[in-house]
């Protein structure tokens, strides 16, 4: 029994080393714990390259470290398109004083001596006068049209005693009961409500009073036109008649609408002043709304709005100066800000307002401009 259980243990052992040698693992026994194999990281790859951002150049300031001092016309209907230069020339780095208001007959000099710099609302024809002074004459000089041919002038009556008197002309105010009708102190003379001193207009109605023969049938009632338009409105409406002078754009056609609520009269005949005499076969117009003609001779050419800038600043600023032979503001677009005013909306804030509402609805063509103004001033 000994040699066999000695044989049986041997050979139990012999089993146990062949199952070792062929990978085998005794049934009884728990397979030995094996660390799995590590995985294999993936090759570190480079990102694939991307276009770099393009970094944006900072817009050119031509104005940077330049102040501009800003005239403007006492006339309240200049006033958006003056703050319009302003905002404009801000954007390419100009400090912009804040406006100086002053009649054309003292703006002028103040220019031509280099107290200013420029304005917006230069009117030619009817600043000739002005510009063509001896101490004014080749130190100012016209640059751009902010309106071209299209600012009108002329004579208005309410259209009930028109059509009630047959009034279609001035001349027929030598008629002393149309006159009586428009005498406001009993002198018996017409009321003319006209044009401020020193604005210019007032030199051409001066003129047709004379030219005319009309000194002894109307007045020529002058101060403070807004003022005295007002009260012009106020009459209408209590059903008065009126005679007044106005322009366009202006807040008066807005409030007395021209075929509706007043018509244009006409001159007898074309007559202007020496400064103005080569324009007098402009002042027929074709298709103007609300005239008693058509062609209609109201007495005065149309209009240019012109910026008049120092010449000496013009010089030293080539992208000021290319900015305002760019500029150019639609005449809808005036007539329309000032109808704003005219409901109220007519604070130094409501105007800015109105001029930034601009800027932002015409941004392509502005943008244009200033481009422009900068590669003149590079």
Known sequence: MKHRFQFLLGL???????????????ATEEPAATEAPAAEEPAATEAPATEEEPVEEPMAMP???????????????????????SNLLQELGYDVSAPNDLTPEIFYVALANGELDFWANGWFPIHNTFVQQEDVAGKVELVGYQVKAGALQGYLVDKKTADEMGIVSL??????EVAALFDGDGNGKADLIGCNPGWGCEKVIEHHLDAYELRESIDHIQGEYSALMADTIARYKRGEPVLFYTWTPNWTIAELAPGEDVVWIEVPFSSLPEDQKD??????????????ADPCNIGFPPNDIRVVANAEFLASDPAAQRLFELVEVPLQDIADQNTKMLEGEDSDDDIARHVQEWIDANRAQIDEWLNEARAAGA
């Open 12 to 26: 139990s052992l012999v089993l146990v080393m062949v199952l070792a040698a062929c990978g085998g693992t005794p």
């Open 63 to 85: 104005g940077e470290g330049t102040t501009v001092r800003l005239g403007r016309a006492t006339w309240d209907t200049g006033w958006f398109q003056a703050a319009i230069y």
């Open 171 to 176: 001349e027929d105010f030598k008629n002393p």
């Open 279 to 292: 324009m007098e076969d402009m002042t027929v117009g074709d298709g103007i709304i609300g005239c008693v």
